[in-house]
């Protein structure tokens, strides 16, 4: 089958891979669309700890697709059943597993990261995925490519719980990519007072206005201070931490979403502004199947839309022309697809 490789030095490649075989309990899925995420292009870029330098690894951690065969064990499922897949699942008896927080697991394992993913015709979904619920039957009349990148928005509804939105908040986002985009789109479901979307990009900022938010141009127009109640950081930058220290009102509840480029050991924060202010200050990371499926029955039920993240469709084996549209900011949810 054909299938988008990762190996090193880091880079990936369209090769033709043996399909996988399934054990008795475990289930193939003929992955009908994938989507490209953040986490794909740093490790097309740089690697990753959890694919060792001398082995490959097929990406891919955004998908859907149609059962193609289930092991003798499986009973839940039918041949020919569409389907989401959560990538992470955990060992299932250590403290965090026991608590559903699988994605915490220190044993847990990921498809597209740690074993292979559905950036190929064909993946196989382990005995434990299968076990702990991480296939979601779909409808079959929905559009796969919408729905592709339900673990991205499984992330982001996992970063909103803690910062507790409702209808008095005024709500201020740094970074209008797809993770920023759906925490708007978040905002909005909570009924809060009002979303403000804060980027370096004037062209980001138009799409974030024509979506109904207010923004502001970072290094043209000032962040006012003491103003919000709640602040998603989804951009990888330093200063944007230290802006929502600044921008919080008292009590606010800020969430440093985005992940900071390993080179930065340290961001010098005014924690005193967090006693004052008696801020929360929280971090979230990665996503559980019970985000997973509260992200995608938002999506099903269309109470939340996120069809306009898709920018770009294209077909598997041009998966490095879209790697290099998310470099360039050209693009926000890439989807690549086997059958095109
Ligand atoms: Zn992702
Ligand atoms: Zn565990």
Redesign the pocket.
Known sequence: MKAAVFSYPPGVEIKEVDPPKIGRGEVLVRVEAAAL?G?DLRIARRGHGGIPEDSSRILG??FVGIIEELGTEVADYQKGMRVAVAPNFGCGKCWYCIQGLTHHCLEGKSLGITMDGGFAELVRIPEKAVAQGNIFPLPSEIEPNKVAFG??FACAFHGALPLKMGVNDSVLIFGVGPIGLMFLELSRLYGVREVWMADLSEKRLEMARSLGSKTILIGKEEIPENRFDVVVVAAPSPQAQQSALLAARLLGRINFFGGLPPQIKEVPLPSNLIHYKELTVVGTTKSNNFHFRSALELMLTGRVDLSHLVTHVLPLSEIEQGLKLMEKHEALKVVVRPDY
Do not use: F, N, S, V
Request: proline share 0%.
């Open positions: 995420c986490t951690h955004e673990e991205a």
